[in-house]
């Protein structure tokens, strides 16, 4: 039986699959990005966009720039567009700056107009607080506490170290909080101990705003 040399196919079979492997990438570059979240295990995806004004900060709350905010580094500064809320974004800052300041808002007028209006077409189209998470479209919610819900006496505890505020446990970050004052929900009864990995419900008196915060930046 004559003999089949196979190599060259195998080589042609390798070579497409590595051309195939490269333009997932590219695309990947120029569209949207998969970012992992550890702590659940579910993929979030954002859009790059470059920060095109020079003097642009992100901050960790819309309109209380005073908790936290810190400059874009020198443009173009390159971030990843999470959802869109207003005249804002929340925005992923990436992985070289402190780990506290990787999410941040944005004010939309500071990014490029091309890229937000990229992110808005995703599928089929977002509006406004609406968010991609595992392949299907979320809404953000921005307020987790209905107003009859707000009522009742509620145990005080301490902010001692920068957090963000979600919107659920490990959920999308609505605000952040630092030297503040932490209403629980009244939910909780007397509270003895606080988990340093358990997300609390509670009601910032420094921004005025109700939220999730990781109890490792709370203190009795």
Excluded: K
Excluded at 47 to 62: E, K, M, Q
Excluded at 78 to 86: D, E, L, N, Q
Excluded at 111 to 127: C, I, K, N, R, S
């Amino acid at each position: 039986m004559l003999a089949v040399n196979r190599a060259p196919a195998r080589v042609t079979e390798a070579g497409v699959v590595s051309m195939l492997l490269l333009l997932l990438l590219l695309l990947n570059h120029h569209h949207t990005f998969i970012i992992n979240n550890n702590n659940n295990n579910n993929n979030m995806e954002t859009t790059p966009a470059s920060v095109t004004r020079a003097g642009a900060r992100l901050t960790a709350n819309i309109g209380h720039p005073e908790v936290r905010s810190w400059p874009a580094s020198q443009l173009p500064h390159h971030v990843r567009i999470r959802y869109i809320h207003g005249a804002h974004a929340l925005v992923f800052n990436g992985e070289h700056v402190a780990q506290e300041d990787h999410w941040g808002f944005i004010a939309l007028a500071d990014l490029d107009p091309a890229a937000v209006a990229e992110f808005q077409a995703l599928h089929g189209g977002l509006g406004n607080l609406q968010a991609v998470h595992d392949n299907e479209i979320r809404n953000v919610p921005w307020h987790p506490v209905a107003e009859h819900d707000m009522q009742g006496n509620r145990q005080v505890l301490h902010v001692v170290s920068y957090g963000t505020m979600r919107s659920g446990p490990h959920s999308f970050m609505i605000g952040g909080v630092d030297a503040d004052q932490f209403h629980l929900h009244h939910s909780y009864h007397h509270v003895q101990h606080i988990g340093a990995d358990t997300w609390y419900l509670g009601r910032s008196d420094q921004i005025g705003r109700w939220g999730y915060v990781e109890g490792r930046h709370l203190r009795l």
